[in-house]
């Protein structure tokens, strides 16, 4: 079993709505949570960036995570058919002091007009 | 450029071939990452850099795979004898992350798709 699980979707949303984005996680020791933003044929692009337990917002994207149910979201607001991506949660271990990151396999998001 | 550079974007070899795959990061950037990313997974961290130092390379999967950092700039990613399981996209990513920092991003470049036949 994969130490970060993440539903590969694909997930289709009309414009507009909520899309909806998790992972879970079972090693204790991930502590920085990340979610990033992969277009087709891209490089991955950091999106949000939270260490401790709760809500961290920033435009149209709110992140949230429970450390207690080892299980972090993603929500998008108003979403865009630019919004149309794969999301990726990433996170790191307190001792990997220097940045590795464990990456969940990405959800595919379709925004239809 | 302001971003990670990767070349070159696509890479078809033969099984059997060597292949060398090069990263241009961030101007600055002390850290630099590889990741392998097969189709429809995440990125799998390979390994890791701090200037010309290899601090890590737990995740090579064989010891056809090496990388290098001679100067702390630029890096290559060598596979030598390929096998069509290393067929994915490699992913190269800087940050200004400095050991016990923890909180800087790692940029990322849009890989080096390889294909082997």
């Known amino acids: 079993q994969k130490e970060v699980e993440q539903d590969p979707g694909p997930l289709s949303v009309p414009e507009g709505a909520i899309v909806s984005l998790n992972c879970t996680y079972s090693?204790?020791?991930?502590?920085?949570f990340m979610w990033y933003r992969q277009y087709s044929r891209k490089g991955p692009e950091l999106l949000m960036y939270?260490?401790?337990?709760g809500n961290k917002e920033d435009g149209r994207f709110t992140a949230q995570v429970d450390k207690s149910s080892k299980y972090i979201s993603l929500f998008i607001r108003d979403s865009q058919p630019s919004d149309s991506a794969t999301y990726l949660c990433?996170?790191?271990?307190?001792?990997?002091?220097?940045?590795?990151?464990?990456f969940g396999a990405g959800t595919q998001v379709v925004v239809t007009p | 450029g302001a971003g990670v550079s990767q070349s070159p974007r696509y890479k078809v070899a033969k099984r059997g071939q060597d292949v060398a795959l090069r990263c241009d990061p961030i101007?600055?950037?002390?850290?630099l990452f590889w990741y392998q990313q097969a189709l429809g997974q995440g990125p799998e961290f390979l390994t890791y850099?701090?200037?010309?130092?290899?601090?890590?390379k737990s995740g090579l999967p064989s010891d056809r795979f090496f990388a290098e950092r001679p100067e702390g700039s630029v890096s290559t990613l060598k596979i030598q004898r390929t096998q069509q399981e290393d067929s994915a996209v490699y992913l190269c990513?800087?940050?200004?992350?400095?050991?016990?920092?923890?909180?800087?991003?790692?940029?990322f470049g849009d890989g080096t798709r390889l294909s082997i036949l």
């Open positions: 990433a996170m790191r271990r307190t001792t990997d002091s220097w940045g590795k990151l464990q």
């Open positions: 101007s600055g950037h002390v850290s």
């Open positions: 990513a800087s940050s200004s992350l400095q050991i016990g920092a923890g909180s800087q991003p790692q940029h």
């Open positions: 850099f701090q200037n010309e130092a290899q601090l890590d």
């Open positions: 939270t260490y401790s337990s």
């Open positions: 090693n204790s020791a991930f502590q920085y």
